[in-house]
Nanobody, 125 residues
Framework: VQLQASGGGLVQAGGSLRLSCAAS????????MAWFRQAPGKEREFVAA????????YFSDSVKGRFTISRDNAKSTLYLQMNSLEPEDTAVYYC???????????????????WGQGTQVTVSS
């Protein structure tokens, strides 16, 4: 599986951005895609995930209510819509994927075997 992330940029606090992650091939029922982010000097942290089994989204507490996920099955693409952005959201965002049908560990970066290149999101105050 190859992942292509895009959509980062510079935005003022309160603004919005949409990230895209396109996967090669067609997602199967065991497919999970996720977004992680890493700010300078900090560990990589879970942001959001989507399981094709059950078509269910998951979000970290820090972004819940501000970020949403949508998908385009025909394009095998997952979108992360980020609204009400805060300076604390500034980070490099990575998309990741696994075909192993995970659930309890989907917030752990070690659960994902496929990673896209990062895309920078910068939120100015």
């Amino acid at each position: 599986v190859q992942l292509q992330a895009s959509g980062g940029g510079l935005v003022q606090a309160g603004g919005s951005l949409r990230l895209s992650c396109a996967a090669s091939g067609r997602p199967s029922s065991g497919f999970t895609m996720a977004w992680f982010r890493q700010a300078p000097g900090k560990e990589r942290e879970f942001v959001a995930a989507f399981r094709w089994s059950g078509y269910t989204s998951y979000f970290s507490d820090s972004v819940k209510g501000r970020f949403t996920i949508s998908r385009d099955n025909a394009k095998s693409t997952l979108y992360l819509q980020m609204n009400s952005l805060e300076p604390e959201d500034t980070a490099v965002y990575y998309c990741a994927a696994t075909t192993r049908g995970i659930l309890s560990t989907l917030r752990m970066s070690s659960s994902y075997g496929y990673w896209g290149q990062g895309t920078q999101v910068t939120v100015s105050s």
